[in-house]
């Protein structure tokens, strides 16, 4: 007897992409894993607490009109001596230390994330290029991202920060030391995605498709850029996500060392290195509140990033 063969309505409406995606192994293992809802919920709020930062301060850091230097260095509201108006106390300069954590973090978010997104962009088109070339563009490519790993990232962002800051006029350093911050942290994590691009890249060329579109004679950046990168997008991602709390980390180090951004503009590095000077003097408030935030980011956005490698990784299903 022969099977009987499933019949398939042509009327029905394939799935939805949210049906998919419910339906998806990736889903599962998100909702079944509760240390990665958390580490995803505490992430969502934090970076939509700090780009909601002008509608739910309680005050503004930069405008000098919401700004006392008479309530300078106030404790929080609960510590004898605190205001009800300043939850978390104030700052040397009387601004609100809730306002500006708000501040300060989402600056740290978006160096951050830009860094991350230059690394990447750089990291894996020079990646993908060295997998699909190969021969000694390759050797090239890969033997200077090995010599740049051997540095320790935060020495090679000071020097690449440095020597930034030597090149632009003195009247505009503190206006671009963000951008300098960004391309500083970018070079520095390049290497990382590029290596992660070309092993996906020297997988995915020895398939069939990549082959048959060689043969039916598409250019080579075609090839590159329509069949092999979105293929290599996975593992990147994961990198990606992991880079993003290294970056935040490595500009609060740079911050902190006084090499990255301006006190004039905060961010969570900065206020952590003015903390840092009245640490002894019984502020501790200045620097705590600030570490604190910036420990809670990093420890959400790495306990993510963990979870999405091994969510992705298909040899761990």
Not at 113 to 139: N, R
Not at 248 to 255: F, Q, W
Not at 310 to 316: C, E, F, G, T, V
């Amino acid at each position: 007897m022969s099977a009987v063969e499933p019949r398939v309505d042509p009327a029905a409406k394939p799935p939805s992409a949210w049906a998919r995606l419910r339906e998806s192994d990736v889903f599962h293992s998100f909702v079944s894993t509760p240390s990665a809802m958390i580490a995803a919920a505490f992430t969502v709020i934090a970076i939509l607490a700090c780009f909601a930062a002008p509608l739910i301060a309680p005050f503004n850091p930069f405008d000098p009109a919401q700004i006392s230097l008479w309530d300078g260095k106030l404790p929080p509201a609960w510590v004898e001596g605190g205001q009800a108006q300043y939850v978390l106390g104030t700052d040397n300069q009387g601004r609100d230390m809730l306002s500006t954590i708000l501040y300060g973090g989402r600056l740290s978010i978006i160096v951050g994330m830009a860094a991350v997104g230059l690394g990447m962009v750089l990291g894996v088109g020079l990646g993908v290029i060295a997998g699909y070339v190969g021969g000694a563009l390759d050797a090239v490519i890969m033997r200077i991202a090995d010599v740049q790993l051997t540095i320790p990232g935060i020495l090679l962002a000071i020097l690449i920060n440095g020597i930034g800051r030597a090149f632009l006029p003195p009247e505009i350093r503190e206006e671009f030391a963000i951008y300098v911050v960004i391309i500083a942290i970018g070079l520095t994590d390049w290497p990382q995605f590029a290596r992660v691009a070309r092993g996906a890249t020297l997988v995915e060329a020895q398939k069939e498709y990549v082959q048959a579109a060689r043969v039916i004679g598409l250019p080579g950046w075609l090839i590159m850029l329509r069949h092999i990168l979105p293929n290599t997008l996975r593992p990147v991602l994961v990198i990606a996500t992991i880079g993003l709390a290294l970056a935040v980390i490595a500009e609060a180090t740079l911050s902190f060392l006084g090499q990255g951004i301006p006190p004039t503009t905060p961010s969570l590095g900065t206020l952590i290195r003015v903390g840092n000077e009245y640490l002894f003097s019984g502020l501790w408030w200045i620097t705590l509140f600030p570490a604190i935030a910036l420990v809670v980011l990093v420890f959400a956005v790495n306990l993510l990033g963990d979870w999405m490698r091994d969510a992705l990784n298909p040899k761990l299903r």
